[in-house]
């Protein structure tokens, strides 16, 4: 029996929301103890309704937008951005058989919302027409296209291990192994690459506001602002959760009694929240790098090391027919 669309779609979306606002907390949180400040503490019981106070803050201030701006893509952009976040959640598995669109090619689908994302951020920098905006849009475009090089390389690496495309196939052929045990580099690599790819700190060179005045979005109030921002947010739980399916989903650790008891869902959701804690323990503890060090990184680093991971993996699976 399947419920209606509509429905799934808000059982998606309303708890996405919810978690991109006690998400933004629990980052305030979680800095606060590593420099050891009190953090949000005044608006409800331990800060609880400061996520509340944040979004109408943003929705009551007054949109501004610059005289010689292009209105209809300064407008478009944000709602783009955020558009494109939500819409990659459609194969997103959270349980066995709990997934919106079960597509055969669901991790290419990801991979492909996930590099449309660059075009929100180009047309917001371009159409905002500020050269600080413009600069910030060039450098994220830059930084964006060259990890996506090595995360599609990472990927095929992953997909030659695992065999099928589907997300939820995926999490069932490691019920043996987990494949980010094998692949723990490549696990790594993706990890550092996602941090790369959602302009989250220490790569946040996009939105270096001691730089480039803060970005693409300069130019953005209200809820414009408030759109981009939310895009990023859901894009780092993505994230978390499609870095989540390597250490093998939903599936419990043990067959055991007591793991069984939990829902699979419960179980993936602590994967992930131990992932989105390893992304704000990483922008605590880690200075930002310089943007010439970052392509570096990528270029240098990165794409030889994804490229020169696919041979050897595939070479050992077709010699000893391993091959899935």
Avoid: H
């Amino acid at each position: 029996m399947y419920i209606a669309v509509p429905a799934e779609i808000l059982g998606i979306i309303l708890p996405l929301l919810l978690g991109v606002a006690f998400l933004v907390l629990a980052e305030r949180k979680v800095m606060a103890f590593v420099q050891r400040r009190k953090g949000p503490d005044v608006v409800g019981s331990f800060g609880l309704l400061q996520p509340l106070a944040d979004g109408s803050k943003l929705i009551l201030k007054e949109p501004i937008s610059p005289s010689s701006a292009n209105f209809s893509l300064f407008r478009m952009a944000p709602v783009a951005t955020f558009m494109l976040s939500l819409v990659a959640w459609a194969v997103v598995p959270f349980d066995y058989g709990m997934v919106l669109s079960d597509l055969n090619i669901g991790l290419l689908y990801l991979f492909a919302i996930s590099s449309l994302g660059v075009y929100g951020i180009i047309t917001a920098g371009r159409s905002s027409n500020s050269k600080y905006a413009f600069l910030g849009a060039l450098r994220s475009a830059a930084q964006m296209v060259s990890y996506e090089v090595s995360i599609g390389l990472i990927l095929i690496t992953v997909l030659i291990c695992v065999g099928p495309r589907n997300s939820s196939e995926i999490v069932m052929a490691q019920k043996q192994i987990w494949s980010g045990i094998p692949l723990f580099p490549v696990l790594v690599m993706f990890f550092i690459s996602r941090l790369a790819e959602t302009n989250r700190a220490p790569f946040d060179l996009p939105e270096a506001e001691a730089e480039s005045v803060a970005g693409y979005n300069v130019e953005y109030s209200s809820m414009g602002s408030a759109l981009f921002f939310l895009g990023e947010y859901a894009n780092m739980i993505l994230m978390g959760l499609c870095t989540s399916l390597s250490p093998g989903g939903w599936p419990p650790i043990l067959d055991l009694p007591i793991f069984q008891k939990i829902p699979g869902s419960i179980r993936f959701s602590i994967k992930v929240i131990l992932f989105l804690f390893l992304y704000i323990w990483v922008r605590a503890a880690f200075p930002r790098y310089r943007y010439d060090q970052l392509m570096g990184l990528g270029r240098k680093v990165f794409l030889p090391l994804s490229l020169a991971r696919v041979v050897p993996v595939s070479g050992v699976l077709v010699t000893f027919q391993w091959l899935p």
